[in-house]
């Protein structure tokens, strides 16, 4: 069965860095586009970032872009998320997601979330 496993979450202080990742099995990753989402207490899930199949193409939301990078290694079947200059509202639960496809509108699975915590 597909699984998406992320780690890399933790506490850290306002302006510090953390890196995410999301090791994919069950799946043929290079097929999948990638993404990244949070949820904070109280509020919706939202989009932080996506990364094509070919790993050259990228997206964010307006509130990470220059601070935070999606990358992959379809090597290693993994997507990472290079948060820089943290702020306490980027606290969350941040999840990855799979979608076949770079153009298919909904993700198809998801992984179990890793907590990041940012402390003021």
């Known amino acids: 069965q597909v699984q998406l496993v992320e780690s890399g979450g933790g506490l850290v202080q306002a302006g510090g860095s953390l890196r995410l990742s999301c090791a994919a099995s069950?799946?043929?990753?290079?097929?999948?586009?990638m993404g990244w989402f949070r949820q904070a207490p109280g509020k919706e899930r939202e989009f932080v970032a996506a990364?094509?199949?070919?790993?050259?193409?990228?997206n964010y939301v307006d509130f990470v872009k220059g601070r935070f990078t999606i990358s992959r290694d379809n090597a290693k079947n993994t997507v990472y998320l290079q948060m820089n200059s943290l702020k306490p509202e980027d606290t969350a639960v941040y999840y990855c997601?799979?979608?076949?496809?770079?153009?298919?509108?909904?993700?198809?699975?998801w992984g179990q979330g890793t907590q990041v915590t940012v402390s003021s």
């Open positions: 069950g799946l043929t990753f290079s097929s999948y586009a």
């Open positions: 990364i094509r199949r070919n790993g050259i193409i990228t």
């Open positions: 997601a799979a979608r076949q496809g770079d153009y298919t509108p909904n993700y198809d699975y």
